[in-house]
């Protein structure tokens, strides 16, 4: 069974950090490109940041850039989302997908479209 299994959200204070993981089953994740999306009470679903597994290159939304971190660690067949300096507006379901964007649009779009969405994990930020 292919699937994108997300872990490591919690509750955290403002200014705290989490790594999320996004571990595959049933299939060798360096096949794909992997993109992290959010979706916060009452709001649309958003990509949040992506990566290649072509040249390792990746896309940051413009609310996370410079505090997340996406990367993979192929032999784990895993792919994180280092979150630092975490605010309240990060609060969250977190989910991975096979995917990559370059713009928030397109982020978007993807988001609206994909049907195969995993549990997530909730992130809280909360003092």
């Known amino acids: 069974q292919v699937q994108l299994v997300e872990s490591g959200g919690g509750l955290v204070q403002p200014g705290g950090s989490l790594r999320l993981s996004c571990a595959a089953s049933?299939?060798?994740?360096?096949?794909?490109?992997i993109g992290w999306f959010r979706q916060a009470p009452g709001k649309e679903r958003e990509g949040v940041s992506c990566?290649?597994?072509?040249?390792?290159?990746?896309y940051y939304a413009d609310s996370v850039k410079g505090r997340f971190t996406i990367s993979r660690d192929n032999a784990k067949n895993t792919v994180y989302l280092q979150m630092n300096s975490l605010n309240p507006e990060d609060t969250a379901i977190y989910y991975c997908?096979?995917?990559?964007?370059?713009?928030?649009?397109?982020?978007?779009?993807?988001?609206?479209?994909?049907?195969?969405w995993g549990q997530g994990t909730q992130v809280t930020v909360s003092s």
């Open positions: 990566i290649s597994n072509r040249d390792g290159s990746t």
């Open positions: 997908a096979p995917a990559f964007f370059t713009t928030a649009q397109e982020g978007a779009r993807f988001a609206k479209d994909y049907g195969d």
């Open positions: 049933g299939f060798t994740l360096d096949d794909y490109p």
